[in-house]
T-cell receptor, first 111, second 114 residues
């Protein structure tokens, strides 16, 4: 069984479009995260939700809006996509903020 | 902001050799984690360290949480080709305002020659 899953795996879109990435975890964890990995493989946290409440919101353009309909899901919606948004986006989850388990990633390419 | 300095940036070794990599920071962390990322995959947790001075092993991997809480190292013994990947050290901050926030090192890319 997949612990943390993301869809889609690949997303190619044009500048200015709006897109969403979905994340689901079946680990029963109470906290979920979104990370961005750039072309140099550097990973940086974007958002964190605990029991559907936003607890970490790093300096991210407000074109990025996370939504957590329930504890097991954390989706990322991106408006007006820009070239610089191209990256791999990882969802992760943890139990009480302890060690995090990552999804397989979504490679976003903006053309 | 908090930063982790991970070294070396890359390593190219012969199968069977031992490997060592480390992370240092000017900040104190409550937890140190080591992750491995294979190409096209998400990072996978290898070892978690929760106490200063703690030394933990996972098979051929051994990691330690530095006494000062500002550093950690990872050793891989008798490397094999499947050890290839990017290894990340990760510091986790404490405090309610930083629940679960991970700070990633820049990564060590390991290549193993059979």
């Amino acid at each position: 069984d997949t612990a943390v899953s993301q869809t889609p795996k690949y997303l190619v879109t044009q500048m200015g479009n709006d897109k969403s990435i979905k994340c689901e975890q079946n680990l029963g964890h109470d906290t979920m995260y979104w990370y961005k990995q750039d072309s140099k493989k550097f990973l940086k946290i974007m958002f964190s939700y605990n029991n559907k409440e936003l607890i970490i919101n790093e300096t991210v353009p407000n074109r990025f809006s996370p939504k957590s309909p329930d504890k097991a899901h954390l989706n990322l919606h991106i408006n007006s996509l820009e070239l610089g948004d191209s990256a791999v986006y990882f969802c992760a989850s943890s139990d009480r903020g302890l060690a995090q388990y990552f999804g397989p990633g979504t490679r976003l390419t903006v053309t | 902001g908090q930063q982790l300095n991970q070294s070396p940036q890359s390593m190219f070794i012969q199968e069977g050799e031992d490997v060592s990599m480390n992370c240092t920071s000017s900040s104190i962390f409550n937890t140190w984690l080591w992750y491995k990322q294979d190409p096209g995959e998400g990072p996978v947790l290898l070892i978690a360290l929760y106490k200063a001075g703690e030394l933990t092993s996972n098979g051929r991997l051994t990691a330690q949480f530095g006494i000062t809480r500002k550093d950690s190292f990872l050793n891989i013994s008798a490397s094999i080709p499947s050890d290839v990947g990017i290894y990340f050290c990760v510091g986790q901050l404490g405090g309610s305002s930083n629940t679960g926030k991970l700070i990633f090192g820049q990564g060590t890319t390991l290549q193993v020659k059979p």
